[in-house]
Antibody
C-alpha cells in the first residue's frame, strides 16, 4: 500500500525558512515523479512544484518561483521542499503526491505551515 | 495565469447525474490531454478520480466519468450518492512543465 507522510510544518516568522519532508513507502520511489501541492485555509488547491524520477525538476508557479526548491533522496525514499523567504500568503497545508505523468496519483495527509509573526 | 474556471457549486438529488465543467483556453485544456480530477472531503487529502481526461483509476466507481470538448473538460457523476458530497478540483498541464488547478466546485447532494 502506498504511504506518503509529510513532516516539517509549523509556525515560522515572515522571511524565515522551513524544509518539508515527505517519506514514501509501498512503491518503488525512485521510479516515480513526485510533487507538492498546497491549500491555503478555506481555499483551493495550488500546484507548487514537482521533480521527475530522474531528478529533472518541473517549473514553479510565479507565486513561489525563486523562493522554493524541490529535491529528492532516492536512497532514503524521501522528497523535500525547501521554502525560503516565507510570506504570510504561503500559509497552507502542504501535500506531497506521487505523480504518474502529469497526474497526482497518491497523496499524503499534509503538513500545516503557518507564516506569522 | 488565472486558475481554470469551475462553477463554485453544483447540487443534485440522490440518483441523479451532475456534470462539473472546467474551462481553460486553447493554450492549456484545449492543447493537452492531461486533465485530471480530484475529490476532497472536508479535512481530508484529495483523491484522484480521473486522469488524462477520461481514465478512471482502479478502485474508483464507474459512476465517475471524464470527457473533454475544446477548451472545456467535464466530470460527470451518475447515480449520485450521499458520499459523493465533496469538493472537486480539475487540474491541467498548461505547458512548460507547469500545472494549474481549477478553483474547485462544491457538490451538494440534496
Amino acid at each position: 500500500e502506498v504511504h506518503l507522510l509529510e513532516s516539517g510544518g509549523g509556525l515560522v516568522q515572515p522571511g524565515g525558512s522551513l524544509r518539508l519532508s515527505c517519506a514514501a513507502s509501498g512503491f518503488t520511489f525512485s521510479n516515480y515523479a513526485m510533487g507538492w501541492v498546497r491549500q491555503a485555509p478555506g481555499k483551493g488547491l495550488e500546484w507548487v512544484t514537482g521533480v521527475h524520477a530522474g531528478g529533472a525538476k518541473t517549473n514553479f508557479p510565479d507565486s513561489v518561483k525563486g523562493r522554493f526548491t524541490i529535491s529528492r533522496d532516492n536512497s532514503k525514499n524521501t522528497l523535500y521542499l525547501q521554502m525560503n523567504s516565507l510570506r504570510a500568503e504561503d500559509t497552507a497545508v502542504y501535500y506531497c503526491a506521487s505523480m504518474q505523468g502529469w497526474t497526482f496519483e497518491y497523496w499524503g495527509q499534509g503538513t500545516l505551515v503557518t507564516v506569522s509573526s | 495565469q488565472s486558475a481554470l474556471t469551475q462553477p463554485a457549486s453544483v447540487s443534485g438529488s440522490p440518483g441523479q447525474s451532475i456534470t462539473i465543467s472546467c474551462t481553460g483556453t486553447s493554450s492549456d485544456v484545449g492543447s493537452y490531454k492531461f486533465v485530471s480530477w480530484y475529490q476532497q472531503h472536508p479535512g481530508k487529502a484529495p483523491k484522484l478520480m480521473i486522469s488524462e481526461g477520461d481514465k478512471r483509476p482502479s478502485g474508483v466507481s464507474n459512476r465517475f466519468s471524464g470527457s473533454k470538448s475544446g477548451n472545456t473538460a467535464s466530470l460527470t457523476i451518475s447515480g449520485l450518492q450521499a458520499e459523493d458530497e465533496a469538493d472537486y478540483y480539475c487540474c491541467s498541464y498548461v505547458g512548460s512543465g507547469t500545472l494549474m488547478f481549477g478553483g474547485g466546485t462544491k457538490l451538494t447532494v440534496l
